[in-house]
């Protein structure tokens, strides 16, 4: 963690540039006040009237974690739940309503002795909280910091014994992966995961965006094609991407849907010579949803935004894994999803989502 990611560019600050983490560490905390009041944890956080959430700034772990976050949202004034997360996850927390019940950090605003960076302390210091709920990973101390200036009496973290005291309670799920995660806390908050996960494709289905652009395109037949890299292994190559569009396009129409225009690039030859179109919204756009209400079938690799199509959509999707890996974890949370070998001949893909997708 470099120093310059943590406090304004301020001469005052220039010493904490040279200095030791572990210093600046001890600073923070002295700041936000070292004591750590002694409490009694009842696992009920469903209870808790007024919720602090730092959000994950990773878009898949963020992905996986919207069912539990839209359940706790639920019934929740502007006054009693408030969500920290960074800029890029505005257009997507928009869409689902949430835009007034978070801050949008900037990494540079968000450092100590910037005036946003004071405006959420005020914010965290002018009334008292009952749960923080820090799903952060990589903790940084200006977020630490924020976490222990709330004083609420639950700071909850995954993993975090050694950041006492400024979280004060330790999750440890099963395994690493953020479903174990979601999984431990809906027991937490007493949460009945099916009906969360229900809510979450209601919340996903009823929204809507001004920014869509129509395609006109019958969606009968339309399969929506995600170009976005996945989160391990290789990306689309141009031959394998040929390939599984010519199989394919004797049953469907194709729709290539990517999370940043550039990742059109490398395609934008072939995709011409095949015809296939290219989505006007890119996924990390709210439009997304629209999309995902027209056209109900995604094929994808196993990428951060295959698990927001998973847990908040209504489609159809089909997640090609890469060999003989174990079934990605987003498979077994609902009946929608279906799992394939990426090495799978193409023309064998094509009757398989054939069978899935269209009707008889």
Known sequence: MKTSTLFADQLRYAPFRIMPLSWIRHWFLKRAGVESGVFSYHPHLGECKRVLVFL???????????????AVVQGKSTEDLFLVTEEKHRHLLKALGLEGKCHFGTPRGMRYGESEFSQVVNRLTSQE????????????LNSLYLAKCSNATYRMGVGCESQYPFLNISLRPLDTTP?????????QFRFDPDTAAKNALKVGKHRTSAQAEPVHLSSSNVLLLNLEPPRQGSPWSSDELRRVCEALSKQFRLLALVSDPSQIGPYSDLLESLQVRTAPVPATSGALFDLLRQYKGVLTLDTPHAHLFVNLSEAQVCLLQEGDSPVNEAAITNTRTTVFNRGLPPYELAEKMAKLYLAP
């Open 56 to 70: 994950p700034d990773d878009d898949y772990e963020l992905f996986v974690m919207l069912p539990l976050i839209l």
């Open 179 to 187: 479903y174990h995660l979601r999984t431990l806390l809906y027991q």
């Open 129 to 140: 909280w009952d749960l923080c709920l820090f799903l952060r990973k990589d903790f940084p």
